[in-house]
């Protein structure tokens, strides 16, 4: 009888220890454990985040629509950083809307992109981006051609993990957004500005991602990559 009421408590005692033990296993991340229930195939559905076709990204995404009225030609470079909301996986057929242009965090698409530099990328997955410790560095397309060529170099030779891509609703003024978790550089020029963006990225980039750990590149699928500037 003792024998029999030792091997319970061992059973429930090892029942327990293996349920404390899957608690505390980190839950995959990425492509992976959403493309079985078709979540996320970065195929079907993308268009939700650009309010189009899921082959056809709309022009006003990406192109200069209103040059004279969206360029200031005031000086200005700040930092703004802040707790960023929550950040969670929602599927293809959720909206996600943020409360500001500009967003620092939140929730965004459960898959990640490839690193690099694209015609077009909704903020719907560099958010996503920017929590692996990336950097988005976006662009009113409307700036002059220069400016972007020179922040477009930067960005590809500071930091591995960025997202570079045009971006039409920057804030009144600002030409340029650099994006980190929690944290945004905005800027209006980026000639004698460059030092500031370095400075930037050596303090936010990266360690300030709260999945930095994780130093893959995303899987963009192929419509996502027809966007992708090699």
Known sequence: MVVRILLAIFLISFSQAKSFAS???????????FALVNCDDTKNGIGIDWDGEDDYIPLDKYNCMNRSSTVSK???????????PS????????????PESVPIGGPHRPVWVTYGEYIYM????????????AA??????????NEIENFKKLAKNCLRRH????????PEGELFNVVTFGCKLKLNAIINNENKIIDYLRRHAIKEGP???????GDSGPSLIACLLK
């Open 136 to 145: 988005a560095f976006l662009f009113n397309p409307c700036a002059d051609s």
């Open 211 to 217: 999945e930095f750990h994780i130093a893959e590149d």
């Open 23 to 33: 608690l505390k296993e980190p839950k995959k991340h990425g492509h992976s454990q």
């Open 74 to 84: 005031i000086p200005f470079v700040q930092e703004m950083c802040r707790t960023p």
């Open 122 to 133: 909704p903020p719907q997955r560099w958010v996503h981006a920017i929590e692996h410790g």
């Open 87 to 98: 950040g969670y996986h929602l599927c293809l057929y959720d909206e996600i809307n943020y």
């Open 163 to 170: 997202v570079i891509t045009p971006f039409n609703h920057l």
